[in-house]
Antibody, heavy 119, light 110 residues
């Protein structure tokens, strides 16, 4: 079964840090580019960051550039998002999503992990 | 404000046909980039519904179809069913912003 499972979400104070993880199984992780997409409460989807299959290419949305760092470990079938200098507007459910290398549609998706930034 | 514009809501009675539009610009859809559609049922993660403008992944009913023309794309749902009530998002690529989503459309089945 194809599966992505996020973890690491929680409550953090403004200015704090959090590291999200995404564990992949059931597909060839190293053949997929991986992405983080977030959804603020009651709002739409927002693409956050992408990393190519071999980590050669990394992209960020302007809203997180300089604060978030995406990385992956193909040996562990895992994706990560290091989030620093967190702001209230970063509060959202964070989804990891895969895309077959060379394509830009997202499939599969994880179930999401909630990050709440509040004092 | 999203780069891709969708109507906030649409509605239809069971059995009817509804369409959801996704309007972009010359830097995304109009530049030739493909459009993809996702369905998000309440309380769940998004699910790929249409990829590459008009292709359905395995398991998606043929009641769902997609098209693209110029700077816009559309998702059509025929034979509307209660289980189709969900939020629908379009997604494409933008030459300046990378991947971009529409603001989402809430479909209500009357």
């Amino acid at each position: 079964e194809v599966q992505l499972v996020e973890s690491g979400g929680g409550l953090v104070k403004p200015g704090g840090s959090l590291r999200l993880s995404c564990a992949a199984s059931g597909f060839t992780f190293s053949s997929y580019s991986m992405n983080w997409v977030r959804q603020a409460p009651g709002k739409g989807l927002e693409w956050v960051s992408s990393i190519s299959s071999s980590s050669s290419y990394i992209y960020y949305a302007d809203s997180v550039k300089g604060r978030f760092t995406i990385s992956r470990d193909n040996a562990k079938n895992s994706l990560y998002l290091q989030m620093n200098s967190l702001r209230a507007e970063d509060t959202a459910v964070y989804y990891c999503a895969g895309a077959v290398a060379g394509t830009d549609w997202f499939d599969p998706w994880g179930q999401g992990t909630l990050v709440t930034v509040s004092s | 404000q999203s780069v891709l514009t969708q109507p906030p809501s649409v509605s239809g009675a069971p059995g009817q046909r509804v369409t959801i539009s996704c309007t972009g610009s010359s830097s995304n859809i109009g530049a030739g980039y493909d459009v993809h559609w996702y369905q998000q049922l309440p309380g769940t993660a998004p699910k790929l519904l249409i990829y590459g403008n008009s292709n359905r992944p395995s398991g998606v009913p043929d009641r769902f179809s997609g098209s693209k023309s110029g700077t816009s794309a559309s998702l059509a749902i025929t034979g509307l069913q209660a289980e189709d009530e969900a939020d629908y998002y379009c997604q494409s690529y933008d030459s300046s912003l990378r991947r971009v989503f529409g603001g989402g459309t809430k479909l209500t089945v009357l």
